[in-house]
């Protein structure tokens, strides 16, 4: 068994021998049990990098939600499916029309979203490798990288979507049938299974959008070196991910007590949440990718910053 204190030098020479590695660093290109993905320093960019930078981050991400944010606009303040012009004896027909445009307004909001939000990821990929190399990343030059790596980022989320859905659906899919037959302990084992099985999944598949930015790689080659990269560091990435969710629901929460009287200022508040978790949840697999390179295949920090270069 390799001793985990036994670190050779990272590369790169230096005038009195070589460095100490990070506490982080995995000599072993390889899976080390040794492997320790720093949690703090994944979290201090997430939340150090979103307020140094929050106008150009938060703006970037209001351009990936332009369209739900209009959507949310008209369903807060308008009268979308005329409910409240209608009276008793066409409420009937309103309600209907509703149901009948449902699929429509998802897709209007869904397809947008899943065009334009992988680009937001792959801008804010590159502008946070630009600030961990001290510089600071104009939007127009992050949205350029961001729509440069459009299809294989939108590729990306599309298959990752699937692989959830199905690995997920299935075991969800026959835990309803068995709760038709009334066989409810499988029935929750067959969810909490499906459960697990999607969270697994998300975690393996972190880094797939950093891997299509940095590294250029295709929507299968960025799959596979998302799955190779968090082996044996999934647990901490689901710190990772425990930790922005239960401060998102913290916000929100307080957010909801303060405006219960104040529709507008709701409003308001939901988008500024919306824009600022939007872009937290961009930085996470970015931060999480380079600590990750440099641990695990001994990438020299510099080198890894200046990939863009």
Not at 117 to 133: D, E, L, Q, S
Not at 181 to 200: D, Q, W
Not at 296 to 306: P, V, W
């Amino acid at each position: 068994m390799p001793d985990p204190t036994a670190y050779p030098p990272p590369p790169g020479p230096g005038l009195s021998g070589p460095a100490p590695p990070p506490a982080y660093y995995d000599p072993d290109p390889g899976f080390s049990p040794y492997l320790r993905l720093p949690v703090g320093e994944v979290l201090g960019d997430c939340f150090g990098l979103f307020f140094k930078n929050i106008g150009r981050y938060t703006f970037i991400v209001g351009l990936v939600y332009l369209p739900f944010i209009l959507w949310l606009a008209y369903v807060t303040f308008g009268d979308p499916f005329g409910l409240e012009s209608a009276g008793q004896e066409s409420l009937d027909a309103a309600l209907e029309a509703q149901m009948e445009s449902l699929l429509y307004q998802a897709l209007a909001v869904l397809v947008p979203t899943l065009l334009l939000m992988p680009v937001a990821t792959g801008a804010i990929i590159y502008a946070v490798f630009r600030a961990k190399k001290g510089e600071r990343a104009s939007v127009g030059k992050c949205l350029a990288v961001g729509f440069g790596r459009i299809f294989p980022l939108v590729g990306v989320a599309i298959v990752t979507m699937l692989i959830i859905l199905f690995a997920a659906g299935v075991p969800l899919l026959l835990g309803i049938l068995m709760a038709f037959g009334g066989l409810g302990l499988l029935t929750f084992l067959l969810a909490l299974g499906a459960i697990v099985i999607g969270v697994m999944l998300h975690l393996a598949l972190f880094v797939a959008p950093p891997a299509v930015v940095v590294e250029k790689a295709g929507v299968f080659d960025a799959i596979s070196r998302s799955f190779a990269l968090t082996k044996g560091s999934r647990g901490r990435i689901f710190g990772v991910v425990i930790v922005l969710g239960i401060a998102e629901k913290i916000v929100d929460w307080i957010s909801s007590i303060a405006t219960i009287d104040s529709p507008e200022v709701g409003f308001v508040i939901s988008v500024i949440c919306l824009l600022a978790f939007g872009a937290i949840g961009a930085i996470a697999p970015a931060a999480v990718f380079y600590y990750l390179k440099v641990g695990r295949e001994g990438m020299d920090e510099d080198e890894l910053a200046s990939v863009f270069d």
